[in-house]
């Protein structure tokens, strides 16, 4: 079976769900995806840099948020 990968831009619906992904994880959860729980941004400033991404135009992103 062949795998399909689709890459879409940041929409402003997806911004509580990627919050809430992160935030709703185990510490074990999060160690195990390389994040240390103690370096994370608090859940406020993702709240305003996700937004923020939503003006950058696709050619000048720097990063990508699989959904």
């Not at 831009?9 to 995806?33: C, G, M, N, V």
């Amino acid at each position: 079976m062949k795998s399909i990968l689709t890459i879409c831009p940041l929409q402003q619906d997806d911004i509580p769900h990627i919050i809430h992904y992160w935030f709703s994880k185990t510490e074990k959860e999060l160690r195990i995806a390389g994040v240390e729980k103690n370096k994370m941004w608090a859940r406020k400033d993702w709240g305003k840099f996700l937004p923020d991404t939503l003006s950058t135009p696709l050619e000048q992103a720097t990063g990508w948020y699989p959904i």
